[in-house]
């Protein structure tokens, strides 16, 4: 079995020696460099554009809206997004023309020498400017999804409440940060067509945008995956305006075309978390039962809709945590601002809730004298137990189970008795916990919509090929399908290759998100494998009768008597699952991964830094295919989520990111990582391949309030804005004192 093993990453060698080529490495014959006029006002129209005629404009090509052959829309979840500015202006960055020159230099050059002449409109830049509604930018309420989820009724579990804690928490943007910015390559084909290769998670996305697009049948395009330096969802929806703006300009140009982003462009254009505010009223007994929770999730969608309404939707599905509360009034709903629009970023949606529900459980907890840990284990779901959507969880439920191991290895009860009593040290300790799910797959029927496909291909060289277009973004995919393959075809993984996500390659798998592609693309080839075994061992007792032949020698045998194949398959969800999307009732999600982390964290009550010491992390993740990666994701989320809670703060002026650097906007880095003790829990999934659920974004969702809380913990200050930076917990810690 290679399942379960600590297989070095295929994709490994090839990066640390820089034999990997990343977008900015491939180099093809004639190719210009394209960048792009951005608007320098959030909302407003283009009077003109003045090109200043001192400039050679024939040694450059400028494409505006009129230079799209076919709809000016990058086809996302609906079809608002202008690629060019054609009328109105909606945030600030939004591209007015675009130009490709031999050189990048000169493209600047060319930018630098048009000048555009706006009316500017008042702008809606935050949320409460979009309630007021005194300026519409979309509808009559600047409304741009909403939803709710009922379970029982509310008002009778209000009143059998002892106690009802109130409480608002709000979170601003976040920046994903990879190290390698956005990127394309476009290329006019001979056919009439065009060739895409760049940094991005979704190729099938990226075909049926540019199709749109460029009014070509998506026959004539193919998208092929770069080697990719980090995604984390920013190259989920991004990524088709990019291979528009690189399309129109191949095709004006006639020749090649690649877009690299630099830094700052990349911080104030592309997509980043949606900044949300979460409000819960939470009824409680005096024996520790929730008994009501009313809940309304706010969030800043920014100015188009691209990925809002699944991200509005997957927040609120899990905006009630991992308890079975009966009575359960939850409301989401999210605004347009004249800010870039605000996409998918790992969690999606999920980390927005867990911040507020985790820290307003200790809240919770602390209103009625019970530790936090007790309050957990009275209300955790547990096997059979039903979540807020109504959803029964039949099997694969480690929540206790998870929420037990990081209690016990962090020794978290005594330490958070320790800790709280009162202490005059400089530096205080304390100790904090969240409790946390994660749905893997896409929501509701989106998987049976999709029914993503995959192959096994049979190779000249005796080997078998992978046929996916989940892609490889550092998370470790294209070491984990091989893994599950070799054991699902009896093979040593040597004789299994993966193929190149490009649409000319493979088949739609549908598109490398939502912790998915484990337990989705694992099951589809267990399946493809079963079939091509089948096939292949007929073949074999045919040819060979009991004769003992290596598994390449069938394989070269058969292609060389028989001919090419490839087997394919696609995804069902397992029976037995029913969503209702209206009211969004039943099984949100065929499986959830679980977790719980516990903080440690240092108060420096003179300078109100912290430091986060230790993190204990048990998560269920069904089956870890590749222990060491999975304990990879789950630190480095861990990690990410830690930025999150302390340091990452996207400040905007009038419309416009000012924190745009490595230097201002802060994440973490190795100094800041605190001791990880990482327990990976496997409460195997029936269906799941090997018994593997979704990992890739349950690491993110749970650091933030585990943080947090250890801090209220060492201070007796509950932190409800983040990130907890040193000058908020100082304000915080002033205005707990006056009213002492
Ligand atoms: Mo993701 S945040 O589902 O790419």
Redesign the pocket.
């Known amino acids: 079995m290679f399942s379960g093993q600590n297989i070095p990453r295929l994709d490994g060698v090839d990066k640390v020696t820089g034999r990997a080529r990343y977008t900015a490495d491939i180099e093809m014959a004639g190719m210009w460099h394209g960048v792009v006029v951005r608007s320098a006002i959030p909302h407003g129209r283009v009077e003109k554009i003045e090109f200043n005629s001192a400039f050679d404009w024939n040694r450059v090509v400028a494409a505006d809206s009129k230079d799209i052959p076919g709809k000016n829309c990058v086809a996302m979840i609906e079809m608002d997004v202008p690629l060019i500015v054609s009328e109105k202006i909606m945030h600030i960055g939004e591209a007015i023309l675009l130009i490709a020159a031999p050189a990048r230099e000169l493209a600047m050059d060319a930018v630098r020498n048009v000048k555009v002449v706006y009316e500017e409109w008042e702008p809606v830049l935050t949320v409460a400017d979009a309630k007021r509604a005194a300026i519409k930018i979309r509808g009559e309420d600047n409304i741009m999804s909403q939803c709710k989820m009922e379970k029982g009724d509310t008002a009778r579990g209000f009143k059998m409440a002892d106690h009802i804690v109130e409480g608002s928490y709000s979170m601003g943007h976040q920046e994903h940060m990879y190290l390698e910015t956005q990127g394309m390559i476009a290329a006019p084909s001979d056919d009439g067509g065009i060739n895409l290769a760049g940094s991005i998670?979704?190729p099938y996305y990226v075909s049926m945008a540019v199709s749109i697009l460029m009014d070509l049948p998506e026959d004539k395009i193919s998208v092929r995956q770069a080697v990719v330096g980090g995604?984390?969802?920013?190259?989920?929806?991004y990524p088709s305006i990019l291979a528009g703006y690189a399309s129109v300009l191949a095709k004006k140009a006639k020749r090649p075309v690649r877009m690299i982003y630099e830094r700052m462009e990349d911080t104030q254009v592309t997509t980043k978390r949606h900044p949300a505010k979460v409000y819960h009223r939470t009824g409680v007994k005096n024996d520790g039962t929730i008994v009501a929770m009313e809940i309304l999730v706010e969030m800043n969608a920014g100015a188009y809709v691209t990925?809002t309404p699944v991200?509005l939707s997957r927040g609120l599905i899990h905006s009630a945590g991992a308890y079975t509360c009966e009575n359960v009034s939850a409301r989401g709903i999210a605004y347009a601002t004249n800010t870039a629009p605000n996409?998918?970023?790992?969690?999606?949606g999920v980390p927005q809730v867990f911040f507020p529900m985790e820290v307003h459980v200790d809240r919770v907890a602390k209103e009625i004298g019970m530790p936090p840990l007790e309050f957990r284990r009275i209300n955790c779901v547990k096997k059979g137990g039903m979540l807020a959507t109504g959803q029964i969880l039949e099997e694969s439920v480690g929540a206790m189970k998870c929420l037990n191991e990081a209690a016990k290895r962090s020794s978290f009860a005594a330490k958070f008795k320790e800790y709280a009593k009162k202490n005059n040290h400089r530096v205080r300790r304390g100790i904090g916990m969240s409790l946390f799910m994660h749905g893997a797959g896409f929501t509701g029927s989106g998987e049976s919509k999709i029914k993503g496909k995959a192959g096994l291909r049979l190779d000249p060289d005796g080997r078998i090929t992978i046929l996916t277009a989940c892609t490889e973004m550092g998370q470790g995919a294209h070491t984990v399908l091989p893994q599950m393959t070799a054991d699902f075809l009896g093979v040593d993984i040597s004789l299994v290759n993966i193929e190149t996500p490009d649409t000319a390659l493979v088949p739609n798998s549908g598109?490398?998100?939502?912790?998915?592609t484990t337990m989705v693309m694992g099951n589809v080839l267990s399946k493809c494998a079963g079939t091509l075994k089948q096939k292949l061992s007929e073949y074999a007792s045919e040819k060979f009768g009991k004769r003992d032949v290596k598994f390449s020698d069938i394989v070269k045998s058969y292609l060389k008597e028989r001919g090419e194949l490839t087997v394919f398959d696609h995804y069902e969800l397992p029976p037995g699952i029913k969503w209702d999307d209206r009211n969004f009732r039943g099984d949100a999600y065929s499986a959830y991964a679980w977790g719980c982390d516990v903080a440690e964290v240092e108060v420096d009550m003179e300078t109100f830094e912290v430091r986060v010491v230790k993190m204990w992390m048990a998560h269920d993740v069904g089956r870890a295919v590749n222990p060491v990666m999975a304990a990879g994701q789950i630190e480095g989320g861990t990690l990410q989520a830690l930025g999150y809670a302390l340091m990452e703060n996207h400040k905007m002026e009038k419309g416009k990111f000012v924190t745009s650097r490595f230097q201002n906007y802060m994440i973490p880095t190795a100094p800041d990582a605190p001791e990880w003790d990482t327990k990976i829990i496997e409460e195997k999934l029936s269906f799941g391949p090997m018994g593997a659920k979704g990992l890739?974004?349950l690491p993110m969702d749970g650091g933030a309030p585990a943080i947090v809380n250890a801090i209220a913990n060492a201070t007796g200050i509950f932190v409800r804005d983040l990130p907890a930076t040193p000058e908020k917990l100082y304000e915080l810690f002033l205005m707990s004192q006056r009213q002492k």
Do not use: H, I, L
């Open positions: 998670q979704c995604a984390f969802g920013g190259k989920e929806d990925m991200v996409g998918a970023f790992r969690g999606f598109p490398t998100v939502a912790s998915r890739g974004e």
